[in-house]
């Protein structure tokens, strides 16, 4: 009898083990399956690399909401231009008017969601999101987003040439010497645009945009150029 019973109990315990591995080896829900990102594809979120702004993306209406998450700004003109518009207004204000940007954003390459630098459209999504945040954050960012970079998306005078190129394209007046031309002439300060007419850049950005405004008329390209056009000299 008590044979029996250990052979019993050695019996009834290989059964349970038996089972038990069945149970975990079929029907996993989790396995891996086509389609589904493991992880390792690109983060195209507005997240800052290490400075201290750097909070989620903000509001394309300039205020950041109580909730604090705000609505992303895609990356295209048309929502870049309509959030630059309500974000950097004032002594921040960047373009001229909504279709000044549409026209000078066309001619910025696209760049990858979540640049901080270079000259790109999606250097520019990023700070105006964090200039979004709060009025020091837009005095600061608001430059960097507008089209001529200010050190962050693009040098200022390298970008300035590039604008120049796409929106005076019949004018020679630069000839191959713009941006060492465009780094002799006064900064009047970080990216306000200058309508009293003096030898500053600010002042020939002001014409540029407004060459852009005017398909390239108006006289500004000559404005915006080497001379200024007896208008910034």
């Known amino acids: 009898m008590k044979l029996v019973r250990t052979v019993g ?3 009834t315990a290989g059964l349970l083990l038996g089972a038990g591995l069945w149970m975990g080896c079929g029907g996993d829900d989790t396995a891996y399956q086509p389609g589904v990102d493991g992880g390792g594809g690109k983060d195209t ?4 690399t290490g400075n201290a702004d750097t909070s989620p993306p903000g509001d394309s209406g300039g205020q950041p909401d109580s909730s604090g998450q705000d609505a992303a700004i895609g990356y295209d003109c048309n929502s870049y231009c309509t959030a630059i518009g309500k974000i950097c207004t004032g002594a921040n204000q960047q373009y001229l008017d909504n279709g000044t940007c549409l026209k000078m954003c066309a001619g910025i390459p696209g760049g990858d969601a979540g640049a901080t630098m270079g000259d790109t459209l999606a250097c520019r999504v990023y700070h105006a999101t964090v200039a979004s945040q709060s009025a020091m954050n837009a005095t600061t960012h608001c430059p960097h987003a507008g089209p001529y970079g200010l050190g962050q998306c693009g040098n200022e005078c390298e970008d300035f040439c590039a604008r120049y190129a ?13 941006v060492t031309t465009c780094n002799s002439f006064a900064h009047s300060d970080g990216g306000v645009l ?5 030898p500053t ?3 020939r950005e002001y014409h540029l945009e407004n060459a852009y405004a005017n398909d390239g008329g108006g006289g500004h390209c000559d404005h915006s150029g080497k001379t200024g056009g007896n208008v910034c000299k």
């Open 9 to 11: 109990l050695l019996s």
């Open 45 to 48: 979120s507005l997240t800052d």
């Open 166 to 178: 796409t929106g005076c394209p019949g004018n020679m007046s630069y000839g191959n010497t713009c």
């Open 194 to 198: 200058d309508t009293t007419g003096a």
């Open 201 to 203: 850049i600010n002042c």
